[in-house]
């Protein structure tokens, strides 16, 4: 098992108290294979791969859980050991590829920072960074990569941009990638273009990917198990394929319910979930029995009691 | 000998890198739409083209090349106004054919029609006025990249640290920089220069350690804007040690604000020189500035008749065109990076 991560829980120190983001978060990735955290915005998801690549904010900290990588706990590394990690064995790409990329370096160069940095460690001993770079600009799918090497990010359009992160995140070939909502920004087309890429390269180099989205359709295509989250909880965990055919909790339920169809009536309303995440700082404070069960559609006295699904784990405590 | 020559060199390289510089920020693609927009102004152009004269002559003035036993180490400016310019007895009036005499034998001298043209007149030693203001634009040349080398190199640091890692540092930074911001500028400055000297480079020190402020503010917080965009967390993603994000991710891109800042900051210090010299505690008696020669207008402008071409050379040649192009051009680049940087998508 590549990343075993055991009953993690991040809080932060705000103004309004300390807010729990991320409450006993559990899952398992497999070499080469994807998991993906799946919710709505505020369910903690990106605080959770930020406390697995170690690169939480100042004014978050790890309450508890273990980061098991390749055997090695990394919550109790220190920091030089951890950055010896980042890039090299786990990379990560973020959302936004504009501000994602050094808007004054040349593109190749930051492809090239990224071996430079780990060039002592062995696979990378002998490459010449410069053809290294160029090397993977091409693999990325961008034409005339010696050229494209000496542009600025505001020469290249959002894909390709998208696509220099990702050459960076792999240069130095790693065994886990960390996708931030890689495709959120693009258009339709290029997420597809993008999410195909991903594959090709994990099929090539063996990577693990952690996926991070809010979108189902991404799932259905590119994960091999999935973890819903809410409000800092995963509230369902399994393969893709049985939680697809068989949502249990009422939050997967409600989401797939939320997906419009091709085969909907016209005019009808789109399902919905009422109401909307609270703000972390209320998590721990929220008196109902799980943290879902004001906008949950059932609510009934079963919901005092815990029960589990065989096949993949649901965490509503309703009997099913 | 040799230092002369080893100064030579040295002002060459400043040059020259001065001028690479400012080509690469010409060509650099990420600025080209802001170098269009102020190209296009013929305002801006021509103030460009002023300050690029202006610090040009100064930078031939510092090239001094050594003299035989006799001579001093001389510049190409003072080569040229020694053989080509008159130097006559005492003033002269722009364009005048008669020096004005101060004892009676040589009231009304003569004037060479060819050697003796003195587009400004001549100061009290017959100098032309027009050398005055050469040698006074080696000095605010001096002054102007004296004062920034070290100003700027503090200040950015400073700011930096100070933006990007908060807390204590942060604490630390700004207590010392409001510190030196509120010790009284000119007490400090005249305190400073009473103590060690007036030499030029004291000047430059005691400007620079008192200035450093303003580009800190700015750069911190530009600092800690940036600190918050992806491209940081990349970075440290990448496993990138965090002095090297701030010298590879954070310095180029609040060097715009360094390029606008240097020109503002310039104008001020050629300003700043003539005030002290006007106290009296600026540059040495022997050094040209402008400064030196509003402060002997005062004087001469009280004669009968006025003697006003020294001080019209000082302050309407010398320093009016150099401050206010290097405003208007400051201005204009803050115009073109700011919001060009910001909204650049």
């Known amino acids: ?320 | 000998m040799i230092l002369i020559l080893l100064g030579d060199l040295f002002w060459l390289a400043v040059f020259t890198l001065s001028v690479y510089t400012v080509f690469r920020i010409l060509k650099h693609s990420s600025l080209s739409d802001a170098v269009d927009s102020m190209k296009k102004k013929r305002r801006v152009r021509i103030a460009f083209y002023v300050i690029c004269i202006y610090f040009l002559i100064g930078f031939v003035d510092q090239l001094k090349i050594p003299g035989t036993g006799t001579t001093t180490e001389f510049s190409p400016i003072d080569f040229f106004f020694q053989t080509y310019i008159e130097k006559e007895r005492t003033y002269s009036a722009p364009w005048a054919k008669r020096v004005t005499g101060i004892s009676e034998e040589n009231l009304h001298e003569e004037i060479n029609l060819v050697k003796g043209l003195h587009l400004l007149g001549t100061d009290v030693n017959g100098y032309d006025v027009f050398y005055t203001i050469f040698k006074g634009a080696g000095t605010a040349l001096i002054l102007s990249f004296g004062t920034s080398i070290i100003a700027f190199p503090l200040g950015v640091a400073l700011g930096i640290l100070a933006g990007f890692f908060g807390g204590w540092v942060d604490d630390l930074i700004q207590w010392l920089y409001t510190t030196v911001a509120s010790i009284p500028w000119l007490l400090f400055v005249i305190a400073f220069l009473m103590v060690f000297g007036r030499e030029l480079y004291w000047i430059c020190l005691a400007f620079g350690l008192t200035s450093w402020v303003g580009i800190a503010r700015l750069v911190r917080g530009e600092t800690l804007k940036i600190k918050q965009l992806d491209y940081i967390l990349a970075a440290k993603a990448t496993g990138i040690p965090v002095l090297r994000i701030l010298y590879k991710h954070l310095l180029p891109n609040v060097t715009y604000l360094i390029i606008i800042n240097f020109t503002l900051f310039s104008s001020n210090v050629i300003l700043a020189e003539s005030v002290l010299t006007f106290i009296g505690i600026g540059v040495q008696p022997g050094t040209a500035s402008w400064g030196v020669m509003l402060v002997e207008a005062q004087q001469e402008l009280t004669r009968s008749p006025a003697i006003w071409w020294i001080f019209a050379g000082g302050s309407f040649v010398g320093i009016l065109p150099l401050v206010l192009s290097l405003n208007l051009f400051g201005d204009a680049l803050r115009d073109a990076l700011d919001p060009r940087l910001r909204g650049q998508n």
């Open chain 1, 1 to 320: 098992m590549l990343l075993r991560v055991k009953d993690l829980s991040v809080e932060f120190k705000t103004s309004a108290g300390n807010a729990r983001a991320v409450d006993g978060v559990s899952f398992n990735i497999e070499e080469g294979k994807t998991h993906v955290l799946v919710g709505e915005s505020g369910c903690g998801k990106s605080v959770t791969s930020l406390a697995v690549i170690g690169l939480l904010p100042g004014n978050a900290s790890l309450q508890g859980g273990q980061i098991e990588f390749k055997g090695k706990d990394l919550t109790k590394l220190s920091r030089t050991e951890y950055r010896e990690y980042r890039g090299s064995e786990m990379g990560m790409i973020f959302q936004e590829p504009m501000t994602a990329l050094n808007p004054v370096v040349r593109v190749g160069h930051q492809i090239e920072e990224a071996i430079r940095q780990h060039r002592h460690k062995s696979p990378l001993k002998n490459e010449d960074p410069f053809k290294r770079s160029v090397e993977l600009i091409d693999q990325m799918g961008i034409k005339e990569p010696e050229k494209s090497y000496y542009k600025y990010p505001h020469e290249l359009s959002g894909g390709m941009r998208q696509r220099i992160m990702i050459a960076i995140a792999l240069a130095c070939r790693p065994s886990l990638l960390i996708a931030d909502e890689p495709t959120t920004a693009l258009d339709v087309t290029t997420q597809e273009q993008i999410l195909s890429l991903m594959k090709e390269l994990q099929n090539d180099l063996g990577t693990a990917i952690l996926l991070i989205t809010h979108n189902l359709g991404v799932v259905a295509n590119n994960a091999d198990s999935m973890s819903v989250m809410y409000a800092g909880q995963v509230v369902e965990e399994g393969p893709v394929s049985e939680i697809f055919q068989n949502p249990c909790h009422p939050y997967t339920e409600a989401l797939f319910r939320a997906i419009p169809s091709l085969t909907s009536v016209p005019g009808s309303a789109l399902h919905t979930i009422p109401g909307s995440v609270p703000p972390a700082v209320e998590f721990d404070r929220m008196p109902s029995p799980c943290r879902f069960f004001e906008r949950c559609e059932y609510q009934d006295e079963r919901c005092f009691k815990k029960s589990s699904v065989p096949g993949h784990n649901s965490y509503c405590r309703r009997e099913t």
